[in-house]
């Protein structure tokens, strides 16, 4: 690794740490690497604004929906990745209408809310479910990727364990685990129920 070459210029740097969400395949191919991840569109929607009517994050995995209130009243609703591979950020009508029709069972008094808007991103998923936290074959290139939809609840801890990663050139405790050679040596580290939702 010499550096990192952008539209703004050349930036010399030994090591380059990767946490590029969605995109951790696409940068990786730049270097040569295929990694043992799937990028997924997930998609969530927003409701009008309401009185305060749920108090935490309602989620059910076998309804395959959640439902959290924000401060400003809107109610955040989405489910899990879409199961089609792809880099689309684009809504999908079938996907919506598979979230409202569980959230409306559950809830009946939602059929009446408007919803605001809707957006999509998209997520790296790993065959078990959990991240990489790892050095690469390339000397000087760290990623950190594979979180699913779990990846802005984990940035604090995954942070720290990274920054200790590409400062030593040697994983924490925490991090050991997560390297790219458990897919190798079948040490895997299934997550797939943590979330609570099936991805």
């Known amino acids: 690794m010499t550096g990192v070459q952008t539209t703004k210029g050349t930036i010399r740097t030994p090591k380059v740490a990767s946490v590029a969400a969605g995109h951790t395949s696409v940068i990786a191919r730049m270097l040569g690497l295929r990694l043992p991840i799937e990028s997924h ?94 050095k690469t074959p390339v000397t000087g290139f760290y990623v950190n990727a594979g979180w699913g939809t779990g990846g802005w609840k984990a940035t604090p801890g995954s942070g720290h364990a990274f920054a200790h990663l590409v400062a030593h050139d040697e994983p924490n405790a925490i991090a050991a685990p997560f390297s790219m050679e458990r897919f190798v040596s079948g040490d895997l580290v299934a997550e797939h129920g943590a979330a609570a939702v099936a991805h």
């Not at 899990?80 to 009508?93: K, L, M, N, V, W």
């Not at 009946?108 to 959990?130: E, H, K, N, Y």
């Open 41 to 134: 569109p997930l998609q969530a929607l927003v409701s009008e604004p309401i009185k305060p009517v749920i108090p935490c994050v309602v989620m059910s995995n076998r309804m395959h929906v959640y439902v959290s209130q924000s401060d400003k009243g809107e109610l955040v609703i989405g489910a899990g990745i879409d199961a089609p591979i792809s880099y689309t950020q684009r809504g999908a009508f079938e996907v919506i209408e598979h979230q409202m029709a569980p959230l409306i069972e559950l809830f009946p008094f939602m059929s009446r809310l408007r919803m605001m808007r809707q957006w999509g991103g998209i997520v790296d998923v790993c065959p078990d479910a959990s991240p990489i936290i790892s």
